[in-house]
Every structure is written in structure tokens, then in C-alpha cells.
């Protein structure tokens, strides 16, 4: 069974940091482009990151470069996001996708994705 598990949410004061994780099981996640998206209350849908598989390429949201950094580790099967120096704008679900298809992020579409993890920047 496919699946996508988020986990690595919490509540964080503005400046800290979090480390999302994306486990995939079912499926080899090495072998495929995964993306990291959030919606907001009120607010539509956003990518935030995204890395291929094909050359580990990675792409992110204009407001989050230079503080986020995702990866991967295949032994664990694994994707993450690592975000620094958080800002109240960053509070959302987060959650993470992929298609079991494309290789490259530009190609992404977001068929398969988990049940998403909760991100809460305040003072």
C-alpha cells in the first residue's frame, strides 16, 4: 500500500526552526520527484519545495529560499525539510506529494500525499 506520513510539526516562536519528515512506504521514494506543499486558513494552496529524482535538483517557494532545505535520505526512505528561521507567514498544514511518475519537479503532479502535519509559528 502506498502511502506518505508526515510528521515534525509543533508550535515554534518566530526565528526558531523544525524538521519536517516525509515517510514513504509502498514505494521507493528515491525514484521519483517529491514535493513539499502548505495551505493556511483562508489561503490557497502553496509549493514550497520540491526535489527531483532524476539529478536531486531542488526548488522552492520565493519566500522560503535561503531558510528551507529539503532532502532526502534513501536508506530511511525518507524526505525532509528543514526550516529555519521560521516567521508567523510560514504557519500552515504542511504536507508532502508525489505522482509515482515524473522524475522532475517541473513535471510534478500531486496524486499521492499524506495526511499532513501541523506548523505554528507564534510569539
Known amino acids: 500500500q502506498v502511502q506518505l506520513v508526515e510528521s515534525g510539526g509543533g508550535l515554534v516562536q518566530p526565528g526558531g526552526s523544525l524538521r519536517l519528515s516525509c515517510a514513504a512506504s509502498?514505494?521507493?521514494?528515491?525514484?521519483?520527484?517529491i514535493g513539499w506543499f502548505r495551505q493556511a486558513p483562508g489561503k490557497e494552496r502553496e509549493g514550497v519545495s520540491c526535489?527531483?529524482?532524476?539529478?536531486?535538483?531542488?526548488y522552492y517557494l520565493d519566500s522560503v529560499k535561503g531558510r528551507f532545505t529539503i532532502s532526502r535520505d534513501n536508506a530511511k526512505n525518507t524526505v525532509y525539510l528543514q526550516m529555519n528561521s521560521l516567521k508567523p507567514e510560514d504557519t500552515a498544514v504542511y504536507y508532502c506529494?508525489?505522482?509515482?511518475?515524473?522524475?522532475?519537479?517541473?513535471?510534478?503532479?500531486?496524486?499521492?500525499w499524506g495526511q499532513g502535519t501541523q506548523v505554528t509559528v507564534s510569539s
Open positions: 509502498g514505494f521507493t521514494s528515491r525514484y521519483y520527484a
Open positions: 526535489i527531483s529524482s532524476s539529478d536531486g535538483s531542488t
Open positions: 506529494a508525489t505522482d509515482l511518475d515524473t522524475r522532475n519537479c517541473p513535471d510534478l503532479r500531486l496524486e499521492y
